[in-house]
């Protein structure tokens, strides 16, 4: 079975400030997908970022970007230039996926990191 | 709709009473996930969907959650005997394989309080 953990159940920055946030997990697959999802106070789950296991390189989106290591079982999010309206609930996420690439499986998430975002 | 609807958006029900969850995933999308989100906590697993195998059901708490889903598409969570401990928002999922564009589409949730 597959856990996923954040170790930091909060988490504080200054506007335009850079944060990162913790993510490992445990697997015994080789192929798979990890996620960070945004939860606002809205309650929308909207996702930040994904990653293939199989690429090496860091996926980034915009001021949103990764660190996967891979054999180390971890995946940071960092988030640059951080904004207000980024103050969110954070979930790290890890669905398995077949070599060929479609996902299958379930798709379990970290226990959340709450990011405030101060001015 | 173009996403994931999940009705009702709010549930008061009466401990020991039945209630029923819908969701209505996007079309085309194979599977569909349920999860349980407690205030201010994180996403418990409660059953996962996929096209036609048999459901994931290891997540469900007690025999009085129950899930099913109607021709590959809308899906209902039933909680029998509803007990105060249930109350939490229940959050719907669904998602389709598309290679490296692969991502979950979460519904608004239900927000389910037993009184």
């Known amino acids: 079975a597959q856990t996923v953990t954040q170790s930091q159940p909060e988490m504080s920055v200054q506007e335009a400030e850079t944060v990162t946030l913790s993510c490992t997990y445990d697997?015994?697959?080789?192929?798979?997908?990890l996620f960070w999802y945004k939860q606002p106070p809205s309650r929308q789950m909207i996702l930040v970022i994904r990653q293939e296991a199989y690429k090496q390189q860091n996926a980034t989106e915009n001021r949103f970007s990764v660190n996967f290591q891979k054999a180390a079982k971890s995946f940071s999010l960092k988030i640059s230039d951080s904004q207000l309206g980024d103050t969110a609930m954070y979930f790290c996420?890890?669905?398995?996926?077949?070599?060929?690439?479609?996902?299958?499986?379930?798709?379990?998430f970290g226990q959340g990191t709450i990011l405030t975002v101060h001015p | 709709g173009a996403g994931v609807s999940q009705s009702p958006s709010n549930k008061v029900t009466e401990k020991g009473k039945d209630v029923e969850l819908r969701c209505d995933p996007i079309?085309?999308?194979?599977?569909l996930y349920w999860y349980r989100q407690s205030l201010g906590q994180g996403l418990e697993f409660l059953i996962y969907?996929?096209?036609?195998?048999?459901?994931?059901k290891s997540g469900l708490p007690s025999d009085r959650f129950s899930a099913e889903r109607t021709g590959g598409s809308v899906s209902t969570l039933t909680i029998q005997r509803t007990q105060q401990e249930d109350s939490a928002v229940y959050l719907c999922a669904s998602c389709k394989a598309l290679g490296g564009n692969t991502e979950a589409f979460f519904g608004q949730g239900t927000r389910l309080t037993v009184v």
């Open positions: 969907f996929q096209g036609n195998s048999a459901p994931d």
């Open positions: 079309s085309g999308h194979t599977a």
């Open positions: 697997t015994s697959e080789n192929n798979y997908y």
């Open positions: 996420a890890f669905m398995k996926s077949s070599a060929g690439g479609t996902s299958y499986g379930k798709l379990t």
